[in-house]
């Protein structure tokens, strides 16, 4: 009778939970899912990243390729984040070009990189003018069940620290670039920015980390990306329920404290792999 | 190529690192065996899991050797396009590479070899489920190839049958993939990336390359493809060594759906004792 | 007892002449083959010289059949018909709805000719019904005109769960107005 209960009325299934300070997957209100990280998977990308919460699932391969930098920006590279979130990944999304919700993640992640730094795009310039780098950051979801954004980001993170560029010279004689496979050298990583994710539901309680049943019943969805010096890098709040300031800064401290248990993670795990 | 509006865009050309860098490496070696060692006739080792998509029916994860595809199957679902009323079902499935998953970037929109991969994989796959158990309604199979290492295609089609068994859609049979390179007188089992790829040798005659989608223990073939050109007798025989290397995969993929139910399908309350062991008599 | 069998789609379970073929099996050349990777049970049925094998995943079908009582939402009610999203098959709950449609004449039994879609139902109410046809490609067609099915959930102008009356009336308990509804005799769990 659970289930009939809670496919009739959603809503007051979930009302009840929350009113005994529980989720109905057995949370606690701030709790967040558990984390898995599996970096340098997938051979044929220069960095790539596997980052499970709890159900939520998403891949990140990073391919780099040459190419010339603008004449605007002769000293720059690019960093080129995309999130793809297929029809595989939930019945939710259709085949056809990326959903509204993709575009959105995708332009997050762009804004994310930007603010917080995480790779100073000089770095990535070989020759002024004429040489840099462009990293192509495919994000692909392979299982959504809420909170794609906290996801996305670690793995775009975890797969940053795992590149590994092969060395370039751009030979005297011809002006070409020559590539040297066997030599390769990792990315300077200057900033981790790691995101948290806070739901509101029927104005007044608030939860970290929401399945994808919880984000379709919530009021209010709230990101915070915070970087290790406890600077905030981006907040995304698209619209819904406001927030007291209070319990914004409340939002701000925990969503620090998730960071520094992710950074630490991600710490782990890369070292656990050179090993 | 038009611009992509719904995505963020990078500079208009690059290229892959590897276009500047040195001559690579010759492939092969003199001598029968192959680069990871193996023998012309040897798999490589498969590893097979269901379950691996939460909010799909039914879904596989699938490695061979590098080779690495994630399947997830949806449905039987409310036919999206308004078509006839059929009393049949409609299996509908989308091959996607990642973009990351070959040495060379792919796109994000769904290009030829993409398009040609869907429609074997659904080849292979409907005379095997049985359409008329869901009347007008689809099951959709979603397929990603998350890396390439050879055999792509023969993965997807292993790899989405045992979606759809993990996702109790009736079917006549499961179906296993199994592809075969060959090239002059060598014969490859389950051929890397390398492999696939190398370049045609002048001298050699036979060329080219198959792959076989087969129902297994009712040993019927339900796809059948050949890329290049091999003589009469050559193809026969290329043939045979994709099936048995199907039969050599049947196995696993049935241990991996046994465990799988056993897991995760309670098992009816017992009404009497008289099951299985007396239901031993059929082949095993 | 020794474990239930548990067979993959293709394996061939018995011979034809000695059991006959059930639900999640198929026969071909004179064998029973099964087409789900479930557990396998035979079944003794009275009357009958040969058991059934079956082959079993899921208790019950996720596609409406004839006959089957489904449970769904309401999305619109226009004056010839009404729409809803079917979301359970008899016990099992749907990942995705299926679109279903209750015609006039399909609301009740009695009466037919006086029957006013407005008063029998309203959106977001949660009706049982009985799957009538397949219908055409867009709708399967279901039917209320039994006591036990209709409106089983609705809520009021007020936003509160209403309570039934009678069998065409449902009162909200905040503010003891009476709303009509085609009202499902409400029955008691069999388990």
């Known amino acids: 009778m659970a289930a009939d209960f809670k496919t009739a009325q959603p809503v007051e299934y979930y009302r009840r939970f929350l009113k005994e300070d529980v989720r109905p997957d057995g949370r606690e209100l701030g709790e967040i899912r558990h984390t898995t990280l599996n970096i340098g998977s997938i051979t044929t990308a220069e960095g790539s990243a596997l980052v499970k919460l709890g159900n939520t699932t998403v891949i990140c391969g990073i391919k780099a390729e040459l190419c010339n930098p603008t004449a605007e920006e002769p000293k720059k590279g690019f960093v080129v984040p995309n999130v793809d979130l297929p029809p595989l990944c939930s019945p939710r999304f259709r085949p056809g070009p990326p959903s509204e919700q993709a575009q959105v993640v995708s332009q997050l992640m762009a804004d994310i990189i930007q603010n917080s730094g995480v790779v100073a795009l000089e770095d990535l310039c070989i020759v002024e003018g004429k040489l840099c780098w462009v990293l192509y950051c495919d994000m692909l979801c392979l299982d959504y069940d809420g909170n794609v954004v906290d996801t996305c980001v670690i793995s775009l993170l975890a797969a940053l620290k795992n590149v590994l560029l092969p060395e370039v010279r751009v030979s005297e004689e011809t002006g070409d670039p020559v590539t040297d496979m066997e030599k390769k050298l990792p990315l300077n990583i200057r900033k981790c920015p790691v995101a948290t994710t806070f739901g509101v539901f029927d104005d007044h309680y608030l939860f970290t980390d929401p399945t994808n049943e919880e984000e379709c019943l919530a009021t209010g969805v709230l990101t915070i990306v915070t970087t290790e010096d406890n600077k905030i890098c981006c907040m995304h709040k698209p619209g819904g329920t406001p927030l007291s300031e209070s319990r914004l800064q409340d939002c701000i401290n925990r969503a620090l404290t998730r960071a520094e248990e992710v950074r630490k993670l991600i710490h782990e795990t890369i070292n656990s792999v050179e090993r | ?284 | ?191």
């Open chain 3, 1 to 191: 007892m020794a474990a239930p069998r548990v067979c993959v789609p293709g394996e061939r379970l018995v011979s034809t002449a000695d059991c006959e073929s059930g639900r999640g099996t198929y026969v071909h050349h004179g064998y029973i083959y099964s087409c789900l990777a479930g557990y396998m049970h035979k079944r003794n049925l009275d009357g009958k010289e040969l058991p059934i094998v079956e082959v079993i995943r899921q208790k019950e079908d996720a596609v409406p059949r004839i006959g089957s009582i489904v449970t769904g939402k309401v999305t619109s009610v226009s004056g010839r018909m009404c729409k809803c999203a079917i979301t359970c098959v008899e016990r099992t709950t749907l990942r995705e709805p299926f679109r279903g449609l209750i015609r006039k004449e399909d609301v009740r039994a009695t009466e037919k000719d006086r029957v006013e879609m407005y008063k029998c139902f309203r959106p977001g109410d949660i009706v049982l019904a009985r799957v009538l046809s397949l219908g055409d490609a867009n709708c399967y067609l279901l039917s209320t005109a039994e006591n036990e099915l209709g409106v089983v959930l609705a809520l009021s102008e007020a936003g509160a769960q209403m309570v039934p009356v009678s069998w065409s009336d449902m009162q909200c308990p905040k503010t003891g107005s009476k709303e009509f509804r085609k009202v499902a005799k409400v029955q008691l769990q069999q388990e």
């Open chain 2, 1 to 284: 190529m038009p611009g992509d509006s719904r995505r963020i865009a990078g500079p208009q050309d690059s290229r892959a690192p590897h276009w500047f860098g040195r001559q690579q490496e010759t492939h092969q070696e003199a001598g029968g065996t192959r680069q990871d060692g193996r023998g012309d006739h040897d798999l490589r080792p498969v590893y097979l899991h269901t379950g691996v998509v939460s909010q799909a029916t039914g879904s596989a994860y699938m490695e061979m050797g590098q080779t690495k595809v994630i399947a997830a199957v949806y449905g039987p679902r409310e036919i999206s396009r308004r078509e006839e009323f059929t009393m049949k079902g409609r299996l509908c499935c989308e091959l996607k590479f990642a973009t990351f998953s070959c040495r060379q970037r792919r796109q994000h929109i769904q290009d030829n070899q993409e398009r040609d991969g869907s429609l074997i994989v659904l080849q292979a796959l409907e005379p095997a489920v049985c359409l008329d158990k869901f009347p007008k309604s689809q099951v959709d199979v979603y397929i990603t190839v998350l890396q390439d290492d050879g055999s792509a295609l023969a993965a997807a089609i292993t790899c989405a049958a045992l979606g759809l068994a993990d996702a109790g859609v009736m079917m006549y049979d499961v179906v296993v993939g199994c592809s075969v390179r060959q090239c002059g007188e060598d014969q490859w089992l389950d051929p890397s990336v390398r492999e696939e790829f190398r370049p045609e040798v002048e001298s050699a005659g036979d060329h080219g390359m198959v792959t076989v989608g087969l129902l297994p223990s009712l040993n019927q073939v339900s796809a059948l493809v050949l890329d290049g050109h091999l003589q009469q007798q050559t193809a026969v025989q290329a043939v045979k060594t994709c099936i048995s290397g199907c039969q050599g995969i049947y196995p696993i993929l049935k241990d991996c759906l046994v465990s799988s139910t056993r897991r995760n399908v309670p098992s009816l309350e017992q009404k009497s004792g008289q099951t299985s062991t007396d239901g031993q008599n059929g082949q095993t």
